[in-house]
């Protein structure tokens, strides 16, 4: 069995994983994140910045996100204001640009990571999360370093924090759509992928199309759920799947799901009801902010089943390797 | 000849337009643009609440863009902050979205759009710059509102105006590639095109791969510049084409047109000097932020040479109409 494909599977676990290191944190640290919080990564990580900055904003505070090569070369063009914290992310810690993104904002300076590294040792606060990984891309680390980091955000913003045993249980539940995912892959062969998703499930949809990219090399958009009506879909034909993520679809996503249906296009809803759609991947109910870990099994076992029906290792992406250094 | 490529050599013409537009607009209003501000549009529009968003921010305030949508159905999400003014933009000023938006935050209205109209009258102050297209895409009339909106900026903010003669110029002498840019299209096959630019050149990188999109139902990325190593690089081949929009490369940018060269991928600098590329499209010293404006016409003729490679009519995209509506 593939490396990726184990180790999605194993994101139930991941969700453990996270809670025990968020209780390890507590434990060793007296220490609450503040209100301004700046968030960087690179790629995936910078992917799973933006949800982060997302919850922060939500919950009260005000979160920013930047890749770091823009916080190294061109933070000048950002409204990044007065944040007391820098998160910087990185599964393995030694991805050089987020190491020296920790330089690039004078404040305090938090590492989000799998290891004991050269981010965590460079940092004053370290939350390490071992959801460690064999394969190239990130799978079930990133939801589980969702997941540590969100249990955080919510202690100490004086929220009450999930129930991890109950959020491992419902991302099991949404791991049961592997072989139906299978067949919605081998019963279509589609040319191209738009993942959409508004608020914080607009990130995930961005997550999405990098996995297809890295896993299946395959022609894949996200945008912000209605922005695709403003010219992108134009690309959208016989050949296309449209993932919507979306929790609970109103009127105008069936709108949508007909637009793109007009054009010949399938649609895969997940969320909570189909809309319409020609195929639906029912996501159990948890709400915002955490919900974010229901989605992303399902969209990277999506681009696992891309690349192996196209005859790909998913282990190994051509071109790209484990830690991006220069 | 396609009322698109016409519209395209409009540009000197159309910053004509746009600077007295914005004088018209000082005669007619005692107004200064406030610090913090908030921009909005939906497709073309939204990749040029970008740009104007990160002019705020670097010229001293603080500027922050959403999409309509994202405005009008998950703002809670984004770190909006407290904002002094709401910029609406619409070419037509009757996207259903943009109108709808004005009502997103309960701050002063603005409207950026080329007609009296819906949105203007909606508005407490409407600047008017009447580029007006005959085509579905947006291109010299992007490039007119970004100017006029700049100059009062700049106006605003007490900093001195560009001197719109010189820029008008400046966007002809880029238009002479047009010969070039043709023959890099007849010339080069590619099956994908990825478009990376930093800092204020990245919302330009988004609307070069929407043009392409719209006009050649193409297969285009847009990435910030060294973000495209951390993933996205692994769908690039011989048959790929990297346009690097920078104003000065440095030594990374040309680390990174090897690495693409090593995968086989031909590379397009559009800037100040080559930086190892394949092919190089020289761009006069303007500085930033007005640069902008002398990028643009280059990845809109490209994104119409290669329509018209593909044998499509770029004045009649797919599936588009030229006011999007529910």
Redesign the interface.
Known sequence: MHATLREIRKTPEGILTAQKAFEDFLTHHDFRLPREIVYTG?????FLSQPL??AT??LGG???SA?C??LL??R????I?NPELLVAISRSGETT?AIKALDALNVPRFALTAYESGLSRKSDYALIVPAHEESV?MTHSFTAFYFAFLQLLLHSYGRETYDAELVSSLTKEVLGSEEYIREIVNGFDFR?VIFLG???L?PVALEAM?KM??MA???SEAY????V????????DDGTLVVLLVDEPFE?HE?LTEEFQG?KARVLTVGRHDAGADYFIEVPELGPPANVVLYLPVIQLLAYYKAVERGLNPDR????SKV?K?
Chains 1, 2 share one sequence.
């Open positions: 690179c790629g995936s990580s910078h900055a997302m904003t939500r005000r979160g920013f890749p090569s823009e070369y061109s000048e063009w950002y409204p204001g640009e891309v191209n508004s608020g914080i607009y990098l990219k890295e090399l395959f022609w912000p759920t209605f922005e009506r403003h010219g992108f879909k134009s690309i959208a105008w709108k054009q992406p051509r071109f790209l991006v220069w």
